[in-house]
């Protein structure tokens, strides 16, 4: 191939991978819009027209429900929904949750209050399980931290045992998914203290990490080892994409982005169950949910990276 060739192939290849990019992360930021937002609006029986009314104007924007105000509340701490209008006599409060999706929360507390404001009199608002800034952001930083981690890790071990002739046999592998798991959770704890010393450390907030660090490494460890330095273009790009998603709620993104990104990524799986721990909230779905994910992926995860290489088990012998 002539150099000017080379050059022009070059030049396609950037465009595209820029595009593919572009598309994947800024085009999920740059086409979000609210598409039926769960809220809830609660009232007890005297004022259960008013709440029906105001839930029959939610146009395909927000997704209202009518509740009784406990009900309306433990939809709250289960997420099903992400904000709550109660109705009362004396007016109407506005009911938020810390543990809920930050994105989720600012939506909910927009609309809520246009809907509060409409109804006239006193408003108030009540925010439950408060987070801190660094509460809001730990849950995706941590993540992202903890994959960041172990792909360079396992993309050492591929690169490096190359160039040294080192071969990776499987107790090197799981040896390094243990020690890089266990070093990364020990960083992020580390950024946890630093940026809020109020946010709990406790068994189940450092269990679900390592969990989560186990998943990521050996899903990456896995792929690396049967498909070579080549994953990268795969798990590289996941980094810049999953975090893009899943740092917003799926009721904020286009259809396609929803079905074809956020409903498997595992960083959402990750951040969403490490927040409601965080927020001190253990029984919501998502922790569950993300318990049986992200130990669905770490076993399969680590039975991969104990199987031969059919690929290199093919080659013959020299």
Same mark, same amino acid.
């Given at each position: 191939m002539?150099?000017?060739?080379?050059?022009?192939?070059?030049?396609v290849v950037g465009a595209a991978v820029a595009a593919v990019l572009g598309l994947l992360t800024f085009g999920s930021q740059a086409s979000a819009r609210p598409d039926g937002v769960p809220l809830a609006v609660a009232a007890?029986?005297?004022?259960?027209?008013?709440?029906?009314?105001i839930a029959a104007h939610g146009g395909e924007a927000v997704a209202w429900r009518v509740e009784t105000p406990d009900g309306a509340r433990r939809a709250l701490a289960d997420k099903e929904v992400y904000g709550v209008l109660e109705l009362g006599a004396g007016g109407?409060?506005?009911?938020?949750?810390g543990a809920v999706n930050p994105q989720g929360t600012q939506v909910a507390q927009q609309v809520l209050t246009?809907?509060?404001? =409409? #109804?006239? $009199?006193?408003?108030?608002?009540?925010m439950i399980s408060p987070a801190s800034t660094a509460g809001r952001t730990a849950p995706l930083a941590a993540s992202a931290l903890l994959w960041?981690?172990?792909l360079v890790a396992g993309a050492g071990l591929v690169v490096l045992g190359g160039r040294l002739g080192v071969k990776?046999?499987?107790?090197h592998r799981i040896g390094l998914i243990a020690g890089v798991s266990v070093t990364g959770v020990a960083v992020v704890a580390g950024f946890l203290a630093l940026w809020d010393s109020g946010l709990p450390l406790d068994f189940a907030v450092l269990g679900y990490l390592l969990l989560t660090a186990v998943a990521f490494v =050996? #899903?990456? $460890?896995?792929?690396l080892h049967h498909l070579g330095i080549r994953a990268m273009a795969l798990l590289g790009p996941l980094y810049l994409i999953a975090p893009a998603v899943a740092g917003q709620v799926p009721e904020m993104l286009d259809p396609a982005y929803r079905a074809l990104l956020w409903s498997w990524t595992p960083f959402r799986f990750a951040a969403e169950g490490l927040r409601s721990l965080l927020q001190g909230t253990p029984d919501a779905p998502d922790v569950t949910l993300g318990l049986l994910v992200l130990g669905g992926i770490a076993v399969a995860g680590l039975v991969?990276?104990?199987?031969p290489n059919a690929r290199k088990a093919a080659q013959p012998a020299k």
């Amino acid at each position: 191939m002539s150099s000017s060739r080379l050059v022009a192939l070059l030049a396609v290849v950037g465009a595209a991978v820029a595009a593919v990019l572009g598309l994947l992360t800024f085009g999920s930021q740059a086409s979000a819009r609210p598409d039926g937002v769960p809220l809830a609006v609660a009232a007890a029986d005297p004022l259960r027209p008013a709440a029906e009314k105001i839930a029959a104007h939610g146009g395909e924007a927000v997704a209202w429900r009518v509740e009784t105000p406990d009900g309306a509340r433990r939809a709250l701490a289960d997420k099903e929904v992400y904000g709550v209008l109660e109705l009362g006599a004396g007016g109407a409060t506005i009911v938020l949750s810390g543990a809920v999706n930050p994105q989720g929360t600012q939506v909910a507390q927009q609309v809520l209050t246009g809907a509060a404001a =409409a #109804l006239g $009199g006193q408003v108030r608002t009540e925010m439950i399980s408060p987070a801190s800034t660094a509460g809001r952001t730990a849950p995706l930083a941590a993540s992202a931290l903890l994959w960041i981690g172990g792909l360079v890790a396992g993309a050492g071990l591929v690169v490096l045992g190359g160039r040294l002739g080192v071969k990776a046999e499987p107790a090197h592998r799981i040896g390094l998914i243990a020690g890089v798991s266990v070093t990364g959770v020990a960083v992020v704890a580390g950024f946890l203290a630093l940026w809020d010393s109020g946010l709990p450390l406790d068994f189940a907030v450092l269990g679900y990490l390592l969990l989560t660090a186990v998943a990521f490494v =050996a #899903l990456q $460890g896995a792929l690396l080892h049967h498909l070579g330095i080549r994953a990268m273009a795969l798990l590289g790009p996941l980094y810049l994409i999953a975090p893009a998603v899943a740092g917003q709620v799926p009721e904020m993104l286009d259809p396609a982005y929803r079905a074809l990104l956020w409903s498997w990524t595992p960083f959402r799986f990750a951040a969403e169950g490490l927040r409601s721990l965080l927020q001190g909230t253990p029984d919501a779905p998502d922790v569950t949910l993300g318990l049986l994910v992200l130990g669905g992926i770490a076993v399969a995860g680590l039975v991969a990276v104990v199987l031969p290489n059919a690929r290199k088990a093919a080659q013959p012998a020299k």
